[in-house]
């Protein structure tokens, strides 16, 4: 079946303008996860969905940065305001959400590359 | 002190041996352990998961959890120049994380004919 998708796959934008990244979850998954990855370096959770409900957005590094899956499927992150520092792969990851050990088995999508100019 | 360190290597095999790859954890109380393998350029895939302490195996893939030295690792037998590629190691701590996976920075391996 289809992976997790992500649109668009690079995005370049200017200082100061909004942003908004998809994630299109593995069918069936309940919950949907944003990380960001810096190169080198693991990814770093932002925030995390149950179904439609935002459970955890710990990671979300300021107010400029927000996400939402209204129907509990498609997740949008947008970023607000842009700065050169939010240039990064933004990666979204989706599992069955299911209670026991194998709810968190997460598979990621091929991420979107935001530069930030 | 990193939650979930790892040694960034990069660590170099000759093919056929055995590669073997360390990750220690601060969270006593952490439930779940994968690890997954990041080719250049591409996202990160999950190829094992461990939640008991022991031996878990898959192929050519062994991983190991010892949650008194809060340590997991993973061995890659026979080693092939396609394994070559970044592994990381996740952590799921549990509780109110709720599905939180926290990454360490990575181990480079390379695989030399």
């Known amino acids: 079946g289809a992976g997790v998708s992500q649109s668009p796959r690079y995005k370049v934008t200017k200082r100061g303008q909004d942003v908004a990244l998809r994630c299109d979850p593995i069918s069936g998954h309940v919950s949907l996860y944003w990380y960001r990855q810096a190169l080198g370096q693991g990814p770093e959770f932002l925030t995390y969905?149950?179904?439609?409900?935002?459970?955890?957005k710990s990671g979300l590094p300021n107010d400029r940065f927000s996400a939402e899956r209204p129907e509990g499927s498609i997740s949008t992150l947008t970023i607000q305001r842009t700065e050169q520092r939010d240039s990064a792969m933004y990666r979204c990851?989706?599992?069955?959400?299911?209670?026991?050990?194998?709810?968190?088995?997460?598979?990621f999508g091929p991420g979107t590359r935001l530069t930030v100019t | 002190q990193k939650e979930v360190e790892q040694n960034s290597g990069p660590l170099s095999v000759p093919e056929g041996a055995i590669a073997s790859l360390n990750c220690t954890y601060s969270?006593?109380?952490?439930?779940?352990f994968f690890w997954y393998r990041q080719y250049s350029g591409k996202s990160p895939e999950l190829i094992m998961s461990i939640y008991s302490n022991g031996d878990k195996e898959d192929g050519r893939f062994t991983a190991q959890l010892n949650k008194a030295s809060q340590y997991v690792s993973l061995l890659i037998r026979d080693s092939q120049p396609s394994d070559s590629a970044t592994y990381l190691c996740?952590?799921?701590?549990?509780?109110?994380?709720?599905?939180?996976?926290?990454f360490g920075q990575g181990t480079i391996l390379t695989v030399h004919p």
């Open positions: 996740a952590v799921y701590a549990g509780g109110t994380s709720y599905g939180k996976l926290t």
């Open positions: 969905f149950n179904y439609e409900a935002q459970q955890d």
């Open positions: 990851a989706s599992s069955q959400g299911l209670a026991g050990g194998l709810s968190y088995e997460q598979y």
């Open positions: 969270d006593r109380g952490s439930q779940s």
